[in-house]
């Protein structure tokens, strides 16, 4: 069964460093979304992203943060010099035709640890 | 805005038997979806269940059904015979069905399911 994947599962940075999260969606899905969660708190919608643009962003996805679709196939979420509040789980997601029918798929997510 | 409540921070049941996990939302709109995800410890979101707005039928998945109320904006989850496997922090979410949707989902807190055998 097609699956969304992230790397890497756990990153740790210093404050200040610029971290590149990856996911690879599902093939044939044409929407793309970023969110985030903080430790014990709930998820939280970032941006999402559709022929090849930002489509919506939250106001956490300040100028701090950016995404690419650099090929085919990769969605990236870049966060430029991270602060010791970016620490979280960050989950990509994929939707299919048009994302009011067709449910998200989440990946296992990508853990950044700010230190 | 919409926002999503989970007014249980947590929920215990024995196994086999039967657990309601309740949700409500606020919104102006009238065409939306709303979901139940589940979170193991692994931290994977998986879709449990979702319901359209639009349909008066509630969603059934199995041992999971909603009890959709759209005038009381109420939307809880009943998991029957309940397994060792179904413990997890699930997660109620919105999403707008509106035209101009990019199906953003908003989240409620979550509610943490532990089931004692």
């Known amino acids: 069964e097609p699956e969304v994947t992230q790397t890497p599962s756990h990153q740790v940075t210093q404050m200040g460093q610029e971290v590149i999260l990856r996911c690879v969606p599902i093939?044939?899905?044409?929407?793309f979304y970023w969110y985030r969660q903080i430790l014990g708190q709930k998820v939280e919608f970032l941006v999402s992203?559709?022929?090849?643009?930002?489509?919506?962003k939250s106001e956490i996805f300040d100028d701090q943060f950016s995404v690419e679709r650099p090929d085919g196939s990769n969605f990236t979420l870049k966060i430029r010099s991270t602060k010791l509040e970016d620490s979280a789980m960050y989950f990509c997601?994929?939707?299919?035709?048009?994302?009011?029918?067709?449910?998200?798929?989440f990946g296992p997510g990508t853990r950044l640890t700010v230190t | 805005a919409q926002t999503v409540t989970q007014s249980q921070p947590e929920m215990s049941v024995q196994e086999a038997e039967t657990v309601t996990l309740s949700c409500t939302y606020d919104?102006?709109?009238?065409?939306?979806?709303l979901f139940w995800y589940k979170q193991p410890p692994s931290r994977q979101m998986i879709l449990v269940i979702r319901?359209?707005?639009?349909?008066?039928q509630n969603a059934t998945e199995n041992r999971f059904s909603v009890n959709f109320q759209k005038a009381a904006k109420s939307f809880s989850l009943k998991i029957s015979d309940s397994q060792l496997g179904d413990a997890a922090m699930y997660f109620c979410a919105y999403r707008s069905g509106g035209g101009t949707s990019y199906g953003k989902l908003t989240f409620g807190q979550g509610t943490i399911l532990t089931v004692h055998p």
């Open positions: 997601a994929s939707s299919a035709w048009t994302p009011i029918q067709y449910e998200q798929y």
């Open positions: 992203f559709y022929n090849n643009e930002i489509s919506e």
């Open positions: 093939s044939n899905h044409l929407y």
């Open positions: 919104t102006s709109e009238s065409d939306y979806y």
């Open positions: 319901q359209e707005a639009y349909k008066q």
